[in-house]
């Protein structure tokens, strides 16, 4: 048996997105920038995947611009923040996705604006007045924060942040790419200028992703080159993985509320087996259920003598999870999210297990007894804990 549990790093494809793009990898394969019928066809169908999103988000059409991707995504809003809105002052966390905590670092390292890092809670949240004293300032202040931690799971109060922004003039960025398809969104009711999708994270294609730009501001390309995008990017557009976007998004909200009660029982199961079956385990950051990322389960497991060999002893038996985020190409370098924290166990290992639409119950239990074999755990060990609520 295989069971994957690595859902926070990409999804398996949906079949029924898959169905979805197969006619605009063969019959339909105009370019969208033509006139005649080929391309007007395809044209088409890029328009109604952006109404789609802009439809689930609560905005106009005009205000989605396609991407390859969160970290293209992430990229747009940060350097138009800066070079083209006038933020000299870039507050985020540690606890961000490289795509944010490095490109912050390029602006700071080119002398065009300040990173501030906002101070963490001991469970991992933000601290909302630090946050506050860093954006009473004269300076022009970029916030980018993600709404939901890929690694430890906790969610970010979005709509308090967007309040704090808009008392104190600055241009808010959040990264969804975590919580795109699997939250409901209605950004007339939340004051952000950026949000940020990735079709892979609910079940679409790899290497497409969207930028909700609001419609009070303009950012210049980072890609120049045929003007499409509205001039936001330029390039031919990815036409079956927009489709397959659209597609992805529309079922996900679709089924939203049945997909959170499965998804988030699979993680509440997993906690619950966890706890009888391996003693001595932490579960890093927030577990309440209203403060966590539904999908994302983080924990530290006992010491033992297959610590160091984990990951690699759980992939031989089957079972596929992470050690951190998925952020980088080869091996796992460790959890800058746990570092941060300063929750890194000497000689024990902390494993981060996400779950899907397509996760069951039997994935789970056959996880758990992978693990409890792997951690030899004494029956008289001490009971578990939850970390820092």
Do not use: W
């Amino acid at each position: 048996m295989k069971v994957y549990l690595d859902n926070a790093a990409t999804t398996p494809l949906d079949e029924r997105v898959l169905e979805a793009m197969l006619p605009y990898m063969t019959d339909h394969f105009g370019n969208p920038s033509s006139t005649h019928q080929f391309g007007r066809k395809t044209k088409s169908a890029i328009e109604t995947s952006r109404r789609a999103i802009a439809g689930a988000l609560n905005v106009t059409p005009a205000e989605i611009c396609f991407t390859s991707g969160g970290t293209e995504a992430d990229n747009l809003a940060i350097r138009g923040s800066v070079n083209d809105l006038g933020c000299t002052r870039i507050i985020t966390s540690a606890l961000e996705h490289s795509a944010v905590i490095k490109t912050s670092a390029e602006m700071e390292k080119a002398g065009l604006a300040e990173v501030c890092m906002v101070n963490l809670k001991s469970d991992g949240h933000i601290d909302l007045e630090h946050l506050e004293s860093l954006l009473n300032t004269d300076k022009k202040c970029l916030v980018s924060l993600m709404h939901g931690n890929n690694e430890i799971a906790n969610l970010l109060p979005l709509k308090r942040v967007g309040e704090l922004c808009k008392k104190y003039n600055a241009i808010f960025h959040s990264d969804t790419v975590q919580t795109m398809g699997h939250y409901a969104f209605d950004l007339q009711d939340i004051h952000v200028h950026f949000i940020t999708g990735a079709a892979h994270k609910f079940h679409g294609p790899k290497g497409i992703g969207f930028l909700y730009i609001n419609r009070q501001i303009h950012v210049s390309p980072i890609i120049t080159g045929g003007g499409q995008e509205r001039e936001q990017r330029g390039g031919t557009e990815n036409l079956y993985g927009i489709v397959g976007l659209g597609k992805a998004i529309q079922l996900a909200y679709e089924h939203l509320e049945e997909h959170q009660e499965h998804i988030g029982g699979m993680k509440q199961y997993m906690i619950a087996q966890i706890n009888e079956h391996i003693p001595g385990c932490e579960f890093n950051g927030d577990c309440r259920s209203e403060d966590s990322l539904y999908t994302v389960l983080n924990v530290t497991l006992p010491e033992n003598p297959n610590s160091s060999m984990m990951l690699f002893l759980l992939d031989i038996d089957g079972v596929a999870c992470s050690g951190g985020s998925a952020c980088s190409s080869g091996a796992s370098k460790g959890s800058h999210v746990l570092t941060a924290l300063d929750a890194i166990k000497p000689n024990r290992t902390s494993l981060r297990f996400s779950f899907g639409r397509f996760t069951t119950r039997e994935h789970i239990d056959f996880a758990v007894s992978k693990l409890k074999d792997l951690c030899a755990v004494k029956e008289n060990a001490p009971g578990t804990k939850v970390r820092a609520r």
